[in-house]
């Protein structure tokens, strides 16, 4: 099976290949015209079904086909016994549930049973239900109970529910809590939906990412869990669904990387509508005396990276990256704005509510609001403090530059989408049609106008700005070249900065690279060393020689 894309690099269609046949007799299963729909496909980790998703931002639609029966033993179908030059249909798909705007689910299956992961019946957060492979529509969706019938893990508007993972006799279930990611283990009843007993995986650290590792086998007591914080490197771990023992399989290396050097932190910060928006932060404990200062502030303002994205409902994990280590080990402090437009708080509350749409400017005040307190705390000053973003993450270093450029000495802007206005105007461009259940369709006024108030481009104003560092690839299919190239000549036009200002607007495009910058990974970390080298000299600390880890 395999899927083929459409003239705007869309996937639209899947297909039935059969080995030792030519192509040209391949079989198309599913095409999707409606091009803000993108079609993938799965197999359920029995082997039994083959799943055929068609999912905007908002709403999804789900077929299958059996591929083996209860037993495991292979299907035939139609077009496979069918004689020699004789045409044949090729095999139907099975519905689930019929698109409805704004129903979102996806599938597993277990023993005959389909478990759904669905914001069905306001359950904005999700979670999760059951239904009859052979009824599986939505009149037969059930809650997801236990033996007496009470609801297992029922929509909270504290937890996200982000799917479900069957097992022979264990259910595992990945979502977010307390504004972490977390891991749920269900004990099955019998081959049945209905659950024995549920448990939360317990961690280490107050801040981390966790969730599932590869498990490819259907019949097993342990699985495979991924773990990381901004301290400890990515380890993969075994656990025993019964026993709950825990043990370490793996722990990626780090070359002379001590982790009792480092320290990390989770601090709220009070957005201006009240809103309480967590920012991890993360140093060098010999470089920045954390605690010495008022309210467990550094001693003195240190030098503070301020990362962010906050679109599509994608969160910035609190994770292990070596890539902040140059930073810390030259005495910054590395932080990131969990800002709305996530889901870290859950997905109703973080994005769908708070981070899309008529609701997009929250995601420009959180991260403003967040640095001004940061600065206000004693953790860093304007002329120490710098912030990045890229692509969706653009447009937030667009817009803060533009409402706050007096608390950023430099700005590093990647591949920045940030033309918004023309970009979503003009659907003849890749991806366009479909980005307009992220930001709004322009061609209504309501969504025109509060676009155009965020607009990077429009925005730019006579004001004195930072420097600001463009990065951008000719090649790049979802943010196109012209739209960096005319907001750093918006930026020198109107800027008001002196003759004299060292704060400079640069513009480097890269004639090889896409969107996800170079992929051989020695270029990459050539481009990384340049964005980090001008960020340096921009703060001060090109001169200071990183202290080894170990």
């Known amino acids: ?31 999707e015209p409606d091009g803000l729909f993108y079609v993938s496909m799965d197999k359920t980790r029995d082997g039994r079904l083959l799943l055929v998703s068609a999912d905007s931002t908002e709403t999804s639609e789900v077929r299958f086909l059996e591929l083996t029966d209860k037993s495991g033993k292979t299907l035939e179908f139609e077009s496979d016994v069918a004689a020699e030059g004789a045409a044949a249909p090729p095999p139907k798909l099975k519905l689930i549930q019929p698109r409805e705007f704004k129903l979102r689910y996806s599938v597993e299956h277990r023993s005959d ?30 809650p997801l109970s236990d033996t007496q019938g009470e609801p297992v893990l029922p929509h909270d508007a504290k937890r996200t529910v982000s799917y479900a993972t069957c097992f022979e006799n264990h259910l595992v279930v990945k979502g977010r809590e307390a504004g972490l990611t977390q891991v749920w283990v269900l004990d099955m009843a019998g081959k049945g939906p209905q659950v024995k007993s549920v448990h939360r995986v317990e961690w280490p650290e107050a801040a981390y990412e966790c969730g599932l590792g590869p498990n490819f086998e259907m019949e097993t007591k342990a699985i495979r869990l991924a773990f990381s914080s901004p301290v400890s490197p990515r380890r993969s771990v075994s656990y025993n669904l019964d026993t709950r023992k825990m043990t370490t399989v793996k722990e990626t290396p780090v070359p002379n990387y001590d982790a009792s050097l480092y320290a990390t932190a989770r601090r709220h910060i009070t957005a201006r509508d009240g809103t309480k928006v967590p920012v991890t932060l993360f140093w060098r404990k010999d470089k920045v005396n954390v605690g010495a200062g008022v309210n467990d502030a550094p001693a003195a ?83 120490r403090m710098s912030c990045e973003g890229r692509s969706a993450g653009g447009l937030l270093v667009g817009n803060v530059v533009n409402q706050a450029p007096h608390l950023f000495r430099a700005a590093l802007a ?94 480097k495009m890269d004639l090889a690279a896409g969107h996800f910058s170079a992929s051989d990974r020695y270029k990459y970390l050539r481009e990384l060393a340049f964005d980090y080298a001008w960020m340096l000299d921009e703060l001060g600390l090109a001169d200071g020689k990183p202290t080894k880890s170990g």
């Open 1 to 31: 099976f395999y899927s083929t894309f459409d003239e705007a690099h869309r996937p639209c269609a899947v297909w039935r290949h059969v080995l030792g046949t030519p192509q040209s007799a391949d079989q198309k299963l599913f095409e």
């Open 113 to 142: 049973w389909l478990f759904i992961t669905t914001n069905e019946g306001g359950a904005n957060n999700e979670k999760v239900v059951v239904a009859p492979l052979a009824t599986p529509g939505l009149e037969h969706w059930k």
């Open 301 to 383: 303002p240190a030098a503070l990276h301020l990362y962010g994205y906050g679109s599509y409902g994608m969160c910035v994990e609190p994770s292990f990256s070596t890539r902040t280590l140059p930073l810390v080990d030259r005495g910054m402090v590395y932080a990131v704005a969990h800002v709305r437009g996530g889901s870290e708080n859950g997905r109703w509350q973080w994005y769908e509510e708070g981070g899309k749409y008529l609701s997009k400017r929250n995601t420009f005040n959180d991260f403003v609001d967040v640095a001004d307190a940061l600065v206000k705390a004693g953790w860093t000053e304007p002329a």
């Open 414 to 507: 990647g591949v920045p989408f940030v033309d918004l206005m023309v970009t979503m105007c003009d659907p003849s461009i890749p991806l366009t049609t479909g980005e307009w259940e992220e930001w709004g369709n322009p061609n209504e006024p309501k969504y025109f106008d509060y676009m155009l108030s965020y607009s990077p481009i429009d925005q730019v104003r006579a004001q004195e700005y930072p420097s600001i560092l463009i990065t951008s690839g000719l090649h790049d299919p979802r943010v196109a070249y012209w739209e960096p190239a005319k907001w750093a000549q918006h930026l020198r036009a109107k800027r008001t900065n002196a003759p004299d200002d060292a704060r400079k607007i640069l513009l």
